[in-house]
């Protein structure tokens, strides 16, 4: 009998525990999603302003991010990683590199990267306020 109640204590004790990494990897994993999602609706960019989503991509993960951006009025997208970035923004609006650029007022793109930091930037190179909206969506594969 004290074979079964060790045993059935043992069971009780491992249960709880998967439980409880269960919910943690939950956690987890719901936390990464949100580090490759950002939605802006409806914003005005005035001239010469701009506007951005950061995504993470983690060690050990690819990144397939998903981009529709709508507009009133063309705007340049970029995406940029973080050295890019940084350069881009002391520049003053003329990026020496980037891994992606279009203009216009509709862009739907995917690109896939791996672990690091990316922002995906929308700027208004024109004399007049345009309101847009930008969705991003990231999955990730790997880990």
């Known amino acids: 009998m004290a074979r079964i109640n060790y045993c059935q204590s043992q069971y009780n004790t491992l249960s709880s525990n998967y439980t409880a990494l269960n919910n943690s990897f939950e956690n987890l994993w719901s936390a990464l999603n949100s580090l490759g999602q950002g939605n802006i609706?409806?914003?005005?960019l005035e001239p010469g302003y701009y506007g951005y989503v950061d995504v993470v991509v983690p060690s050990g993960f690819t990144g397939t991010i998903h981009i529709t951006m709508f507009s009133t009025s063309p705007l340049y997208l970029y995406v940029f990683n973080l050295n890019e970035f940084i350069d881009w923004v002391r520049s003053a609006?003329?990026?020496?590199?980037?891994?992606?650029y279009q203009n216009g007022n509709y862009i739907d793109y995917t690109l896939s990267e791996g672990p690091g930091?990316?922002?995906i930037v929308v700027y208004n190179p024109s004399n007049g306020d345009v309101t847009y909206s930008l969705t991003v969506t990231t999955t990730y594969t790997g880990g």
């Open 41 to 44: 609706e409806n914003v005005t």
């Open 93 to 100: 609006g003329s990026p020496s590199s980037y891994i992606y």
């Open 117 to 119: 930091l990316y922002f």
